[in-house]
């Protein structure tokens, strides 16, 4: 019987070790180093902010080496991962150091740090893939030019890190949505026969971001902090990406996108032009639903996530027509 395993059952083996493994180290490392991450100020503008003050923050930075770490070892990783994880770093990094800051760093900054990783994940995608992108639902390709490519790239990455990084000020709202949606996009990737070495990295991720939950659930005992949404965010744009169908980052992260983008569109508006929207509705997304619907953090994640699943459900029956 043991004569006739094959070197795919090994690999089958190996792969099914990793995934254990992402989770119970994530884990073991969140109880044995959250008590070296900064603590939490507390927000003074958002529902129930204060609450948080004295929490540990940070914890992205975590489940983000954790996840890198068990990439390396059972990833077998191409030199595009491997690009792509050293992204995932800096943008893991560049939070961190923002989540350590006695002084939060500036929007401009922040925002500027994000345009040149989004920047070097379009180099790195088309260096790789080609510009041809696949109309779900009318069931088309279309070749898109290189450069006019690259910087809907820039766009999608740059979009991607922010909105999912302003949605993060529920316990467990943040990294429930991004689970939600990568395993969306994973199933998709699946239909689309996409890269399947990229494919384990984007279930490891998940099970990370599980781990993490475990303690991040309401009443949350850690929080991520900028260090893991910003990660997230990078990930889910080139987990889109990988599928061949980077329009479909709209339905699959839909959530993410009205919770936290709505947020950043009325600011920049207000900011640049001088116009005002929502002006009765408190942003981001998930303060109004607490504040004004009186939903319990409980709800709200349910809630949110339900929305998400219907849309993820929707968005793969549209891929497979």
């Given at each position: 019987?043991?004569?006739?395993?094959?070197?795919?059952?090994?690999?089958?083996?190996?792969?099914?070790?990793?995934?254990?493994?992402?989770?119970?180290?994530?884990?073991?490392?969140?109880?044995?180093?959250?008590?070296?991450?900064?603590?939490?100020?507390?927000?003074?503008?958002?529902?129930?902010?204060?609450?948080?003050?004295?929490?540990?923050?940070?914890?992205?930075?975590?489940?983000?080496?954790?996840?890198?770490?068990?990439?390396?070892l059972f990833g077998g990783l191409e030199r595009e991962n491997l690009i792509y994880l050293v992204l995932t770093a800096a943008a893991m990094m560049t939070g961190f150091l923002d989540d350590c800051a006695k002084s939060?760093?500036?929007?401009?900054?922040?925002?500027?740090?994000?345009?040149?990783?989004?920047?070097?994940?379009?180099?790195?995608?088309?260096?790789?893939?080609?510009?041809?992108?696949?109309?779900?639902?009318?069931?088309?390709?279309?070749?898109?030019?290189?450069?006019?490519?690259?910087?809907?790239?820039?766009?999608?990455?740059?979009?991607?890190?922010?909105?999912?990084?302003c949605a993060d000020g529920v316990d467990g709202l943040s990294g429930t949505l991004t689970i939600v949606t990568l395993i969306t996009i994973y199933m998709i990737g699946q239909l689309a026969e996409f890269d399947e070495s990229f494919g384990y990295l984007l279930l490891l991720f998940v099970t990370c971001i599980l781990g993490y939950l475990w303690f991040n659930a309401t009443p949350s005992i850690l929080m991520m902090g900028d260090a893991?949404?910003?990660?997230?965010?990078?990930?889910?744009?080139?987990?889109?990406?990988?599928?061949?169908?980077?329009?479909?980052?709209?339905?699959?992260?839909?959530?993410?996108?009205?919770?936290?983008?709505?947020?950043?569109?009325?600011?920049?508006?207000?900011?640049?032009?001088?116009?005002?929207?929502?002006?009765?509705?408190?942003?981001?997304?998930?303060?109004?639903?607490?504040?004004?619907?009186?939903?319990?953090?409980?709800?709200?994640?349910?809630?949110?996530?339900?929305?998400?699943?219907?849309?993820?459900?929707?968005?793969?029956?549209?891929?497979?027509?």
């Amino acid at each position: 019987m043991i004569n006739n395993i094959t070197n795919g059952d090994y690999t089958d083996i190996i792969s099914f070790i990793g995934i254990m493994a992402a989770f119970f180290c994530t884990c073991f490392f969140m109880v044995k180093c959250s008590n070296l991450l900064p603590k939490d100020m507390g927000r003074a503008y958002a529902h129930d902010g204060k609450l948080s003050a004295g929490k540990p923050r940070g914890a992205g930075f975590i489940f983000v080496l954790v996840f890198l770490g068990v990439a390396l070892l059972f990833g077998g990783l191409e030199r595009e991962n491997l690009i792509y994880l050293v992204l995932t770093a800096a943008a893991m990094m560049t939070g961190f150091l923002d989540d350590c800051a006695k002084s939060p760093w500036g929007e401009y900054k922040k925002g500027f740090l994000d345009l040149v990783i989004a920047v070097m994940v379009a180099i790195t995608f088309l260096n790789f893939n080609d510009s041809q992108v696949y109309l779900a639902g009318i069931n088309t390709d279309i070749e898109i030019p290189p450069v006019i490519f690259g910087i809907l790239v820039v766009v999608l990455v740059w979009t991607s890190i922010n909105v999912t990084n302003c949605a993060d000020g529920v316990d467990g709202l943040s990294g429930t949505l991004t689970i939600v949606t990568l395993i969306t996009i994973y199933m998709i990737g699946q239909l689309a026969e996409f890269d399947e070495s990229f494919g384990y990295l984007l279930l490891l991720f998940v099970t990370c971001i599980l781990g993490y939950l475990w303690f991040n659930a309401t009443p949350s005992i850690l929080m991520m902090g900028d260090a893991g949404s910003r990660a997230m965010g990078l990930f889910i744009a080139i987990a889109i990406l990988k599928t061949g169908s980077p329009f479909l980052y709209i339905p699959v992260a839909i959530v993410l996108i009205l919770d936290g983008g709505l947020g950043l569109l009325k600011v920049a508006l207000l900011r640049f032009l001088k116009i005002k929207i929502f002006t009765n509705t408190r942003l981001p997304f998930h303060d109004h639903v607490r504040k004004v619907w009186n939903w319990s953090n409980t709800q709200t994640v349910f809630r949110f996530a339900i929305v998400q699943i219907v849309a993820g459900i929707a968005t793969v029956y549209l891929y497979i027509l």
